[in-house]
């Protein structure tokens, strides 16, 4: 079985012309399957009947995401979906909306998909990584997140603005699959959204970063530091050994030298752990001069003991990274109460 969304739009073209059918047809399957998001081969109206026959008989489908559960924020502006993939695993998938009044500038539908069940990371306060590592999601299963909201906005007048790689698990640990996604979601005769509307997360994997420097893609890409050193680090992140913090630094500086594209470093702010003053300091000489940029994330409460700093310590934090010039903003939390926010992805709709 062969998804249809698994394949860029050259792989479309080499199957109708493998087929015997001209090249035309592969638009033929392209734009139904990233504007009218067909359930079967049979949707496609435009197709001739044998070539629909043909392509279900040679084992190609097309691999729907499923709805199971729903849960929307009081404010209507984050939902969390449960979706069931044709692998058969349920994925955590969710949608951002941030209107004018909240961010300025044009309204945005951010979408965080999932790129892997569970994770192998083992982030201590992070809830899919207590979950321990399932299984990697393949290419088909990323879009068909996508594919998934963006027919629910369609039937609303709107439309996928947006995509984080924030959801569950590690992009850099499942990289080909992740990056043929990527291909697929910005191919301008596949989904066509803009590169420069993609942001990769990572917990610092140097060799995928380094891969992803290479592609010659416009994404942006952000770092989750959390620590500006290896001992206080290696107790939130547990295998972030091989992975030195100058090194993951450095890996930054180089990205942004290949690609233009300003480096995020996420920092999740835990009470009492890595929210004081003094470490604020050393991270500010760390990420002097970078040009990089630090997304500061009050920890929203998970499964672990940790808790979220005072507005207070909050504030001193950011202000003594601005006060040494380092570009920093608080990030709007969305969806805390509805388990959907950074961390608290997990499959608990189930339990
Ligand atoms: N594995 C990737 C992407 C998924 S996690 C990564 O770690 O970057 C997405 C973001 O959520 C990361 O910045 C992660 O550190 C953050 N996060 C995880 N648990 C959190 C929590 N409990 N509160 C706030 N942010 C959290
Ligand atoms: Fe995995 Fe990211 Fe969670 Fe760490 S923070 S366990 S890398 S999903």
């Not at 004018?100 to 083992?122: D, E, F, L, N, Y």
């Not at 997140?145 to 959801?167: D, K, Y």
Request: net charge negative; aromatic share 6%; with cysteine.
């Amino acid at each position: 079985m062969t998804d249809l969304y698994r394949l860029l739009p050259e792989e479309m073209e080499k199957l109708v012309i493998d087929m015997g059918y001209p090249r035309y047809r592969a638009d033929q399957i392209l734009l139904p399957l990233y504007y009218k998001f067909p359930k079967s081969i049979s949707d496609i109206k435009q197709l001739p009947k044998k070539m629909i026959e043909e392509l279900i008989d040679a084992g190609y489908t097309i691999g729907s995401a499923k709805e199971t559960h729903r849960v929307e924020s009081d404010d209507g502006d984050t939902t969390k979906l449960l979706l069931s993939l044709t692998n058969d695993s349920s994925v955590e998938t969710v949608l951002m909306q941030y209107g004018p009044s909240k961010i300025g500038g044009h309204p945005r539908s951010t979408i965080c998909v999932s790129t892997q069940i569970g994770c192998a990371m083992g982030c201590v306060f992070c809830a899919t990584g207590q979950m321990g590592f399932e299984t990697n999601l393949k290419a088909e299963h990323i879009v068909s997140q996508v594919i998934h909201f963006a027919e629910i906005l369609q039937q609303r007048g709107e439309h996928v603005t947006n995509l984080v790689f924030m959801g569950m698990g590690e992009p850099m640990a499942n990289y080909d699959e992740m990056i043929r996604s990527v291909r697929i979601l910005t191919h301008d005769r596949g989904f066509g959204l803009g590169q420069r509307h993609i942001t990769i997360s990572t917990i610092g994997i140097k060799s995928g970063i380094e891969r992803l420097a290479e592609e010659n893609l416009q994404i942006g890409l952000a770092i989750s530091l959390h620590a500006p050193n290896n001992e206080l680090r290696k107790n939130l992140v547990p295998t972030a050994s091989p992975n030195s913090v100058e090194e993951i630094i450095e890996s930054g500086r180089n990205y942004f030298k290949k690609t233009g594209r300003r480096v995020t470093f996420e920092y999740a702010l835990m009470a009492g752990i890595n929210d004081s003053p003094k470490i604020a300091k050393e991270l500010a000489r760390l990420l002097k001069g970078n040009g990089s940029h630090v997304n500061l994330i009050p920890i929203n409460p998970t499964a672990g003991n940790f808790e979220r700093p005072s507005e207070n310590s909050v504030t001193t934090f950011e202000q003594i990274l601005s006060d040494a010039g380092v570009n920093c903003t608080i990030r709007i939390e969305k969806g805390t109460e509805i388990s959907a926010a950074c961390g608290q992805l997990r499959i608990d709709m189930l339990e």
